[in-house]
């Protein structure tokens, strides 16, 4: 069974990017790397996050291969970026209700794919 099917499916992946973006909204180091609605990124990572962990594959119907060094390249995202978004993403992972085993395969990959998202000094 994948880990989309353990948590739940769809709604699991909605209610968490939405944790998420709660703490993006005010963050000051994050927020500025954002358009003004916050809607579109929110509805395109967690249609992302589905398609990865064994849901439907409704995001690359629509947006092709994900691609997401090429398409995170036009920001500057240094140490200060990464741990800002890591630090959001784990704890809407942390208070997602996922079982232990599934938090931690979560953070695991959400570690290493804020790590290769860096791209500057800093």
């Not at 594959?57 to 995202?77: E, K, N, V």
């Not at 630090?87 to 790590?115: I, K, N, T």
Request: proline content about 8%; hydrophobic content about 40%.
């Amino acid at each position: 069974m994948s880990v989309y099917e353990r948590v739940g499916g769809t709604p699991f992946f909605t209610a968490l990017v939405g944790r998420f973006y709660a703490g993006v909204a005010d963050d000051p180091v994050l927020r500025p790397l954002y358009p003004a609605d916050l809607g579109p990124p929110a509805e395109r990572l967690a249609g992302f996050l589905v398609q990865y962990w064994g849901g439907p594959t409704t995001y690359s119907d629509a947006r092709g291969h994900p691609r997401l060094r090429m398409r995170h390249a036009p920001f500057s995202i240094s140490s200060r970026e990464r741990d800002a978004w890591w630090g959001h993403m784990s704890a809407a992972v942390r208070s997602s209700g996922a079982s232990p085993e599934d938090q931690q395969a979560l953070l695991e990959y959400f570690d290493g794919a804020a790590d290769a998202m860096v791209n500057a000094a800093g």
